[in-house]
Nanobody, 124 residues
Framework: QVQLVESGGGLVQAGGSLRLSCVAS????????MGWFRQAPGKEREFVAA????????YYADSVKGRFTIYRDNAKRTVYLQMNSLKPEDTAVYYC?????????????????WGQGTQVTVSS
């Protein structure tokens, strides 16, 4: 069983930055693929970014490429999402997720565990 706790959300003006954190319980953190998804009101949950450890790889939605960076610290069992140049359309609840095996990182149903989410609001 893995528990995920997100933090770092908040209110920021357009063009600003936030860093989200997701701390995971469990001793096998490094074996999980970790992803960030977001869901805006009235919309479906959408993929934002993901990271694998072995082999090392990162993945991004086209809408955030060049602005967001995902990285992890296995010693701290934490995955981060650095968000720069934020836009009002980035406003959503952001969720951290963990999955095992050769999952399709962009597909929410492939993940086994989810956090409760953290709200990000970008004002224009």
């Amino acid at each position: 069983q893995v528990q995920l706790v997100e933090s770092g959300g908040g209110l920021v003006q357009a063009g600003g930055s936030l860093r989200l954190s997701c701390v995971a319980s469990g001793r096998t953190f490094s074996s999980y693929a970790m992803g960030w998804f977001r869901q805006a009101p009235g919309k479906e949950r959408e993929f934002v970014a993901a990271i694998r450890w072995m082999p090392a790889a990162t993945y991004y939605a086209d809408s955030v490429k060049g602005r967001f960076t995902i990285y992890r610290d296995n010693a701290k069992r934490t995955v981060y999402l650095q968000m720069n140049s934020l836009k009002p359309e980035d406003t959503a609840v952001y969720y951290c997720a963990a999955g095992t095996g050769e999952i399709r990182v962009g597909t929410p149903d492939e993940y086994d565990y989810w956090g409760q989410g953290t709200q990000v609001t970008v004002s224009s």
